[in-house]
């Protein structure tokens, strides 16, 4: 069972460019959600998607978009990548309801230069 | 928006001597969840916190969720070193789905 799964694990962008990280999960669940964490910030709430069909913003969502493909897959997309964006990022699922605990993948380390 | 203060930002203790780590809110929480980060790794869930006063145990494990739901703490018993981690603590926020406001996180060094 392989949970949640986020590709790519690294990534090395230059500033401007484009790209997108995909994240799927095979549990079932209703809820997926991207975080971005920084040394130092914990994880921040970019942006969030509580059903198929359904997506809102974060706590920091500037810069990005999501598309929430299926119930399975929620993908983020950078248009024009900036060295702020530099960050670990981590897809989450949950269950259905407001109080679930959040099931992690193993994140994609991103650089942009 | 919402914010949780958690202390300390860095423990380093010895094996064998115990730790605390505290999540602090101006705000009253609804709930609270706390997660485990191994280094290099994602966030692993632990426990849940509804109740005012409520605590709850997972071994060497301590969890508390304040009277007054404000505040929360983990303690751990007696550090061994696979307690190495960082430790945060989350509020979860109102609405349709978990949407959670992460702590900055306590990382734990445990050394022999």
């Known amino acids: 069972n392989a949970g949640v799964t986020q590709t790519p694990k690294f990534q090395v962008l230059k500033t401007g460019q484009s790209m997108t990280l995909q994240c799927a999960q095979d549990?079932?669940?209703?809820?997926m959600y991207w975080y971005r964490q920084d040394p130092g910030m914990g994880l921040r709430l970019i942006y969030y998607s509580a059903s198929e069909g359904t997506t809102d913003k974060g706590e920091v969502p500037n810069g990005y978009n999501v598309s929430r493909l299926n119930k399975r897959e929620f993908s983020l997309r950078l248009e024009s990548a900036a060295p702020s964006q530099t960050s670990v990022y981590f897809c989450?699922?949950?269950?259905?309801?407001?109080?679930?605990?959040?099931?992690f993948g193993d994140g994609t380390r991103l650089s942009i230069l | 928006g919402q914010q949780v203060m958690q202390i300390p930002q860095y423990q380093h203790v010895q094996e064998g001597e115990d730790f605390t780590t505290y999540c602090n809110s101006s705000t009253t929480l609804s709930n609270i969840q706390w997660y485990k980060q191994r280094p290099g790794g994602h966030p692993v869930f632990l426990i849940q916190l509804v109740k005012s006063g409520e605590v709850k145990k997972q071994k060497r494990l301590t969890f508390q969720f304040g009277e007054a739901k404000k505040n929360s703490s983990l303690h751990i018993t007696a550090t061994q070193t696979t307690d190495v981690g960082t430790y945060f603590c989350?509020?979860?926020?109102?609405?349709?789905?978990?949407?959670?406001?992460f702590g900055t996180g306590t990382r734990l060094q445990v050394t022999l």
């Open positions: 989350a509020e979860l926020n109102t609405g349709t789905a978990s949407k959670l406001t």
């Open positions: 549990m079932n669940h209703n809820s």
């Open positions: 989450a699922s949950s269950e259905a309801g407001w109080n679930r605990p959040q099931h």
